[in-house]
């Protein structure tokens, strides 16, 4: 597996334009909570606890960790502590009665549609194009900025 470097830096190449970066700093965590709605609306016959039903996000993302913890254990800390906002955040829309799926679908739309957005004012092609595990650096890529401000080595 290639370093965290390599990968944040490669990604990087195709995120310069300001505009590209400001969508992305939109529509990157706004694509992982519309996924891991869309995860979490599929239920298993298993609860947690008593208003707590055991979904496909949760798994998916107890994989997923594996995946950042082998590139970053920091840089998966992170990430473990917004995939837990976005459980909560899908949660939170549920007990308001929405369907979780339908907003998770619409924000999933809208957020792509920046996202090519942005693309095309930076003159150059998503990243995913060349290799899908792109779609996993962008939540990191963002992370790491956040890291580098607050002082923590990744």
């Known amino acids: 597996m290639r ?12 995120h310069q334009n300001p505009t ?4 992305h700093w939109i529509c ?3 694509i992982f909570f519309s996924v891991v709605g869309l995860l979490y609306s599929v239920k298993f016959p298993v609860f947690i606890a008593e208003n707590l039903q055991l979904n496909l996000a949760m798994v998916i993302l107890a994989l997923v960790s594996l995946y950042y913890i082998r590139l970053s254990v920091t840089l998966a800390v992170g990430l473990l502590f917004f995939a837990g906002l976005c459980l ?3 949660q939170q829309i549920e007990n308001q ?19 090519f957005w942005g693309h095309k004012v ?3 092609k998503p990243s995913f194009f060349k290799d899908l595990q792109f779609l996993m650096i962008g939540p990191a890529w963002l ?3 956040i890291y580098k401000k607050i002082g923590i080595p990744y």
Not at 97 to 115: N, P
């Open 28 to 30: 990157v965590p706004s």
């Open 143 to 145: 992370m790491h900025f």
């Open 122 to 124: 930076e003159g150059k």
């Open 97 to 115: 009665g929405l369907t979780l799926w339908q907003v998770s679908v619409g924000i999933f739309v809208v957020a792509w549609i920046g996202q």
């Open 3 to 14: 370093a965290i470097d390599a990968w944040l830096n490669e990604y990087g190449e195709s």
């Open 20 to 23: 590209n970066k400001l969508v």
């Open 88 to 90: 909560y955040l899908a």
